[in-house]
């Protein structure tokens, strides 16, 4: 009975051990909210602005990797940026990036990962 009462003791402080871990030491789980705003140069030869709310619902806390990319609507040509974030429990937080491009049509695209990479 002793045996048995030690091993469940175990297991429980296993469990709770990995409880608090993924509660505390576990990264955030990023997630764009809404389109992404594309702002186009003020003058010629300027870069564009890309900016995108991402928010973590999660427990976790950490940095993160923002990837802007504008694809041109015509021929597909992608330009590209990336920008790190860090984000609390709870956070949203804003990201702008430039990107130089050409003067064209652009669709903005945005991801997000953690870790970042």
Not at 103 to 110: A, D, F, I, N, T
Request: proline content about 10%; charged content about 15%; overall charge negative.
């Amino acid at each position: 009975m002793k045996v048995r009462w030690s091993a469940l003791v175990s297991l429980l402080g296993v469990a709770l051990v990995m409880g608090l871990w993924v509660e505390h030491c576990s990264g955030p789980q990023p997630h764009v909210v809404g389109a992404p705003l594309l702002r186009p140069p003020a003058q010629a030869g300027q870069p564009y602005q890309v900016e995108v709310v991402v928010a973590n619902p999660g427990p976790g806390q950490g940095q993160v990797q923002v990837t802007f990319r504008l694809r041109e609507t015509s021929t597909g040509l992608a330009y590209q940026s990336q920008e790190q974030a860090d984000l609390e429990s709870g956070e949203q937080v804003r990201v702008v990036s430039e990107i130089a491009a050409p003067e064209g049509s652009y669709q903005p695209e945005v991801e997000v990962r953690y870790p970042p990479g």
